[in-house]
């Protein structure tokens, strides 16, 4: 075999190709989010979007206490990683929305 092509393959590489595809996916949620924030619509579409927003600031605000508490338990620095803050809360938001829309209906039916 051909010693470029030989180790081109590995687990590593693997393991980069699905970190990319989730960092693509979590910059595609992130920018969904934002994009549905800012869309105008009925007063159906903005109590869905309201209360998809106040699950994930609940979800993000209690992330960010336990994360403090840890720290302070364990008598260390507080480490919080923006790129995993913004992830799950882009995450959160996206399935807390896909839920609400299921319980009070599609945001523009038909289409």
């Given amino acids: 075999m051909d010693p470029v092509t030989q180790g081109m393959f590995t687990v590593e590489n693997f393991l980069l190709i699905l970190f990319g595809l989730f960092l693509l996916g979590s910059i595609a949620l992130d920018i969904g989010m934002v994009v549905s924030l800012v869309r105008q619509g009925d007063e159906r579409r903005q109590l869905i979007v309201w209360k998809a927003g106040a699950f994930t600031l609940l979800v993000t605000v209690l992330t960010q206490i336990f994360d403090v508490v840890e720290a302070v338990v364990r008598a260390q620095k507080l480490q919080s990683n923006p790129f995993i803050d913004l992830s799950v809360t882009a995450m959160t938001y996206f399935v ?5 829309k299921k319980r009070y209906g599609d945001f523009e039916r038909g289409k």
């Fill in 96 to 100: 807390v929305l896909l839920v609400l």
